[in-house]
């Protein structure tokens, strides 16, 4: 770009580069907005998978841990990196090779996006381990 060529870019006053930027700008600002929001929502989810995972292991090696205690600890490890509002419920069943447990974790989250009605977004983990003999 020359320096004649700014020069005269400087010094036009139409405002035709301000009307563009100000039609273009909100429907940036809530696109960028939407991006986060869904990207946060993915990183909470994700989250509380490996939360899930972690606690299923101490399940396999603890089989007396209530589900409180469960839902507990996976609150506690997503307190520092996500959304701890996670609901985890505990089921064990018979398999072929032993007891199998079965952690399932509801979370809720509701996706705000500037000028859009919220809407909320259900999402189900499941983790399964296995019991040790006579658990």
């Known amino acids: 770009m020359s320096v004649e060529r700014v020069r005269l870019w400087v010094s036009d006053r139409s405002g035709a580069t301000a009307a563009e930027f100000?039609?273009?700008?909100?429907?940036?600002?809530?696109?960028?907005?939407?991006?986060f929001e869904f990207g946060w929502t993915q990183h909470c989810l994700s989250s509380t998978r490996y939360a899930m995972e972690n606690t299923a292991r101490e399940l396999m090696l603890n089989p007396k841990l209530t589900e409180n205690e469960l839902e507990t600890r996976v609150r506690a490890q997503l307190e520092d990196t996500a959304d701890p509002a996670v609901d985890i419920t505990l089921a064990i069943a018979d398999g072929p090779a032993g007891k199998i447990a079965t952690l399932t974790g509801v979370y809720v989250r509701e996706i705000g996006i500037p000028m859009l009605p919220a809407f909320?977004?259900?999402?189900?983990?499941t983790v399964e381990t296995?019991?040790?003999a006579g658990a």
């Open 120 to 125: 909320p977004m259900t999402h189900r983990v």
């Open 130 to 132: 296995a019991l040790p």
């Open 22 to 35: 100000a039609m273009v700008l909100p429907l940036f600002a809530v696109m960028v907005a939407g991006i």
